[in-house]
């Protein structure tokens, strides 16, 4: 193992099942063991990769959120869960957002205390929410309703209506053809 590759391996699997698994496979492998090659070919459903994904989307950071999503699917997470996780980090922004607009100069510490989240978390939170405006983040919370929406009603399968929605959340425009 090339340095900092194993760890990035352990900190990957979901359990020592997983771990004898990846690391039998490195053994057989008989090259040296990258923390590129752990990245490409490990994929746990770790907490850390959905947050990264919500994260990067509340970013608008679209490179970032293509390839957390690609993680998602890759490790078999299902729409519905990651659209809650999105509905989370949405609503969260819209709580640091109002409680900005009625207490201006409010820091991370006191959102932390104010809504029980981790400090950590208040920090990225606050900074985002002051990316946005009240009308975006009502007509994202409109969006994501939407999304779930649609697919339960059978317009769309889940993954577009997904695509669709996070297309939506990150400014992507669309433009639709239709065929006359």
């Given at each position: 193992?090339?340095?900092?590759?194993l760890?990035?391996?352990?900190?990957r699997?979901?359990?020592?099942?997983?771990?004898?698994?990846?690391l039998?496979k490195?053994?057989?492998?008989?090259?040296?063991?990258?923390?590129?090659?752990?990245?490409e070919n490990?994929?746990?459903?770790t907490?850390e990769?959905i947050?990264?994904?919500v994260?990067a989307?509340?970013?608008?950071?679209?490179?970032?959120?293509?390839a957390e999503?690609?993680?998602?699917r890759?490790?078999?997470?299902?729409?519905?869960?990651?659209?809650?996780?999105?509905?989370r980090?949405?609503r969260?922004?819209?709580?640091?957002q109002?409680y900005?607009?009625?207490?201006?100069?409010s820091?991370?510490?006191?959102?932390?205390?104010?809504?029980?989240?981790h400090?950590?978390?208040a920090?990225k939170?606050l900074?985002?929410?002051?990316a946005?405006?009240?009308?975006?983040?009502?007509?994202?919370?409109d969006?994501?309703f939407?999304a779930?929406r649609?697919f339960?009603?059978?317009?769309y399968?889940?993954?577009t209506?997904?695509?669709?929605?996070?297309a939506?959340l990150?400014?992507?425009g669309l433009?639709?053809?239709?065929?006359?």
């Open positions: 193992f090339e340095r900092g590759a760890t990035n391996l352990v900190n699997v979901n359990d020592l099942w997983q771990l004898s698994a990846e039998e490195c053994a057989a492998l008989k090259i040296p063991v990258t923390t590129a090659l752990v990245n490990v994929h746990g459903q907490p990769n947050f990264a994904f994260d989307l509340a970013a608008r950071d679209s490179k970032k959120v293509i999503l690609r993680t998602q890759e490790n078999d997470i299902p729409v519905p869960y990651v659209l809650t996780m999105i509905a980090q949405f969260m922004l819209r709580q640091a109002s900005l607009t009625a207490h201006p100069g820091t991370a510490p006191e959102l932390a205390e104010v809504f029980g989240w400090p950590f978390v920090k939170t900074a985002q929410a002051r946005y405006s009240s009308d975006t983040l009502a007509d994202n919370s969006a994501i939407e779930e649609s339960k009603s059978g317009r399968d889940q993954d209506a997904l695509d669709l929605l996070i939506k990150v400014g992507v433009e639709l053809r239709t065929e006359n």
